[in-house]
Nanobody
Framework: QVHLVESGGGLVQAGGSLRLSCAAS????????MGWYRQAPGKQRELVAH???????NYADSVKGRFTVSRDNAKKTVYLQMNSLKPEDTAVYYC???????????????WGQGTQVTVSS
């Protein structure tokens, strides 16, 4: 069984910063791409940032220059540093990872449970 557990969400004023973490655990053989998505009330889930196993990154236009995604492969953890936060960044943030579990032949996509980020104006 593989699990993704997020932490680091919370309430922050506009212009502030938060750092999200997502740790993968369980019977993991390898982790490919990892990323962060978010879903605001009444909206569809959208990609925020993505990082490959080789640490190539891409970002949604709305967060470029403000958010930074990184990963620590030894810790099986992906991070999202969020600076200059805006009220429109308010959403539930979900971690996503493509993982090959031990004993499995196929890479499977896993999701975390989500962490709330609220930015007040």
């Amino acid at each position: 069984q593989v699990h993704l557990v997020e932490s680091g969400g919370g309430l922050v004023q506009a212009g502030g910063s938060l750092r999200l973490s997502c740790a993968a655990s369980g019977r993991i053989f390898s982790i490919n791409a990892m990323g962060w998505y978010r879903q605001a009330p009444g909206k569809q889930r959208e990609l925020v940032a993505h990082i490959t196993s080789g640490s190539s990154t891409n970002y949604a236009d709305s967060v470029k220059g403000r958010f930074t995604v990184s990963r620590d492969n030894a810790k099986k953890t992906v991070y999202l540093q969020m600076n200059s936060l805006k009220p429109e960044d308010t959403a539930v943030y979900y971690c996503n990872a493509a993982i090959l579990a031990s004993g499995s032949y196929f890479v499977k996509e896993y999701w975390g449970q989500g962490t709330q980020v609220t930015v007040s104006s």
